[in-house]
């Protein structure tokens, strides 16, 4: 039963990877610090997701859902799943480091977490198992080995933490009773997310960070060569991949101090793409990504566009125990 119940909360790790929805500014607390959103909803809907979905994480999750059916009478299906939003108000080094995830799902959360509770209980004749509820009121909190705090929701939010203070605060911002991102302006800076991307990461103020780097400090970039080193500079950044008209597009957005910083990071980055076109210039089987580097006074915004399916073939000749010719055949037979 114990390592069921541990075996169920890698679940939602391994969905991470196929499913969500768009952003809900509402549930991000107005202090964050870093934030990193999956639409699952969205990638289930790409070829990239499809082809990724079906052939990794179906496979993953086909044997730890069929226990949980099998013993557990749990019919926990993935499609349910619609959006992972993880998010944190500092960046403290481990094993210090904490941060909330918060599931957004149509599956019973609440009924599912007092079921499992229940089934301890028979199987075990125990109370004091690895899953334990820890209160009613004003919110239902369970933790598993007192190591992992978890509330779900009625509304259908699961909030996961390592950390039940941490916890506590981020229901507060579910419940409204707290400043959120949506009103706080935190992020205001960078460009508009909207709702098309499937992978949506942000932060601000890692450049005072050191998880690890050198002596100067600067745990981000600090393997960069020498050239790159402005980048190491910046205040904060955005990522966003997506989908569109067959192209896998990436947007990066980076803060710098001021504009010729900005100006700066622009030519590092412009660089580094024409280096890349430099080394496949003798390779006729080379398709290089489109780039595209501007600034708008502090910030430094690249976009990379590459075909889905250039991306499925690199990916696929890093793990052949995926199938992508699926993908690759029905693209021939559309070809004119």
């Known amino acids: 039963m114990k390592n069921l119940l541990g075996s169920l909360l890698l679940v939602p790790g391994l969905m991470i990877t196929m499913q969500a929805a768009p952003l809900r500014q509402e549930l991000v607390p107005a202090d964050a610090k870093w934030l990193v959103h999956i639409d699952v909803d969205n990638f289930r809907s790409t070829r990239l997701g499809q082809?990724?979905?079906?052939?990794?994480?179906?496979k993953k999750l086909e044997q730890p859902l069929a226990e949980a059916k099998k013993n557990l009478n749990l019919d926990l299906d993935p499609k349910k799943i619609h959006s992972f939003t993880a998010f944190g108000t500092g960046y403290q080094k481990p094993p210090d480091a904490n941060g909330i995830l918060i599931i957004q799902t149509t599956l019973a959360v609440v009924d599912i977490a007092h079921d499992l509770l229940k089934r301890q209980t028979n199987l075990t004749q125990m109370t004091t198992g690895p899953l334990q509820k820890l209160q009613d009121e004003p919110f239902a909190l369970f933790s598993l080995k007192n190591e992992v705090f978890f509330s779900p929701q009625s509304s259908g939010l699961l909030l996961v933490s390592k950390s039940r203070s941490q916890l506590e605060q981020a229901l507060q911002v579910v419940q409204g009773k707290t400043g959120h991102m949506k009103t706080s302006g935190v992020f205001a800076d960078f460009p508009a997310i909207g709702n098309s991307f499937f992978f949506l990461g942000v932060a601000e103020g890692f450049n005072t960070m050191n998880l690890g780097g050198d002596k100067e400090g600067g745990g981000i970039g600090t393997h960069l060569p020498p050239q790159a080193k402005i980048l190491q500079?910046?205040?904060?950044?955005?990522?966003?991949?997506?989908?569109?008209?067959?192209?896998?597009?990436?947007?990066?957005?980076?803060?710098?101090?001021?504009p010729e910083g900005a100006g700066q990071m622009q030519q590092v980055i412009q660089g580094m793409a024409a280096l890349l076109a430099l080394s496949q210039a003798n390779n006729p089987n080379a398709f290089l990504p489109v780039i595209q580097v501007t600034t708008n006074h502090r910030m430094v915004n690249a976009s990379v566009e590459y075909p889905v399916t250039n991306v499925l073939k690199m990916i696929g000749q890093k793990h052949p125990e995926i199938d992508i010719n699926i993908h690759l055949e029905s693209e021939s037979k559309k070809q004119p």
């Open 51 to 58: 082809i990724l979905i079906s052939q990794m994480v179906d």
């Open 233 to 258: 500079t910046a205040q904060g950044g955005q990522l966003m991949m997506g989908e569109r008209q067959k192209q896998v597009y990436i947007s990066l957005a980076l803060k710098a101090k001021n």
